[in-house]
């Protein structure tokens, strides 16, 4: 159901509203402005000594959706909502300036040092016994029989190059024994 809800006011200056059943609302805004300024310039209505409808002051259609539960005995069911078509809706924006993200370099001296050590033991294919090796966190330089017996700190970067490179030679041997057992040697013919 429409309705046309017009507001006016009266000869105190207040605000009330009138409202009409079923308006025809294929008429321009400026015709049912027109109709309503007609409306109040006829005085016709007054309660209680104020006169009613002195001036227009606005006027909006309002559709109601009326969806029956029951009559009577007969039950029509749960009622469900309809689905209206996405309206698009303005969004208030703020604009914040985001927090700066400390800037993080990669190339420190001990990283690069630990993978200059990590790329010659991949190179070579193993470390050889009398090779040594520097470390910025230990001083000196040792080789890898002392290496056993020495344990620098824990968590210093010599530590971790030293890990990866076991744990490479151990990768790479497994490998090994998988292709060997998958590729069988070939028979003479």
Not at 93 to 101: R, Y
Not at 156 to 183: F, G, M
């Amino acid at each position: 159901m429409i309705r046309l809800v017009s507001t006016f006011l009266n000869s105190e200056g207040k605000k009330h509203n009138f409202t009409f059943k079923d308006p025809d609302t294929t008429k321009s805004p400026e015709e049912i402005k027109e109709s309503l300024e007609l409306l109040s310039s006829l005085n016709l209505f007054e309660k209680d000594g104020v006169g009613l409808f002195q001036e227009v002051v606005k006027a909006k259609y309002v559709e109601t959706i009326e969806r029956p539960i029951f009559e009577g005995d007969e039950l029509f069911g749960v009622p469900v909502p309809e689905e209206k078509p996405e309206q698009l809706t303005a969004l208030r924006c703020t604009w914040q300036e985001a927090p700066k993200v400390p800037e993080v370099s990669l190339a420190s001296p001990i990283r690069s040092e630990v993978h200059d050590a990590l790329r010659s033991a991949s190179e070579k294919g193993s470390v050889a016994e009398d090779t040594t090796t520097t470390c910025p966190s230990i001083e000196g330089t040792t080789t890898l029989e002392e290496e056993k017996t020495f344990s620098p700190p824990a968590g210093s970067p010599y530590d971790v190059v030293k890990e990866l490179v076991r744990r490479r030679k151990r990768r790479k041997a497994k490998e090994k024994e998988r292709q060997k057992r998958k590729d069988p040697p070939d028979a003479p013919s």
